[in-house]
């Protein structure tokens, strides 16, 4: 048996492969640039909205965030300052970041209350019950029982207590 040994070079290939492959590889970062730039379009839209709807679902977060930003200030004043012009710049960026913290924490809250209705039971909804005249049937006076209570009987006259000078103080009184 005869071995055959195939050698790799690019002697016998093709000089337009490479070529061909550069402008495929060219035409994919195109692509995703075009995609990354589209989305971040469409998030400079939609940063008015989703800022609204972060105060509208949990104002502490946006609340929160500028506590921390003011945070930064007192730790470090450069920091601070670098940190709110990022904020500013990449607002793209930070506003869907506390929406979707937002709307995590409303999910966790639903999420506790469920589980503590489970535990103690959930509260019935009000209802309003419709007036129904009741009619009672009075029995005649010779039928009433009367109940004997009996009188309470006088206490025995106890002596008297003799008086001291501090029992004279609340006789004024």
Not at 92 to 110: D, S
Not at 147 to 169: F, I
């Amino acid at each position: 048996m005869a071995r055959q040994q195939y050698t790799y070079s690019n002697s016998g290939s093709n000089p337009f492969r490479a070529i061909l492959g550069l402008i495929v590889v060219v035409a994919i970062f195109y692509v995703l640039f075009k995609i990354v730039g589209f989305a971040i379009q469409l998030l400079w839209y939609l940063v008015p909205v989703l800022f609204i709807a972060t105060l509208i679902v949990d104002h502490k977060v946006v609340v929160n965030y500028g506590k921390w930003i003011g945070q930064q200030f007192k730790t470090d004043a450069t920091r601070g300052i670098v940190v709110s012009v990022l904020s500013i710049f990449f607002c793209f960026l930070v506003v869907p970041y506390l929406f979707a913290k937002a709307m995590f924490k409303r999910k966790v809250r639903k999420m506790k209350t469920e589980v503590e209705e489970r535990q103690k039971g959930k509260y019935a909804d009000y209802e309003e019950v419709a007036e129904e005249e009741v009619k009672l049937d009075l029995k005649d006076e010779g039928e009433i029982i009367t109940l004997d209570v009996p009188r309470p009987q006088p206490k025995q006259q106890q002596r008297p207590k003799q008086k001291n000078s501090y029992d004279e103080l609340f006789d004024d009184i």
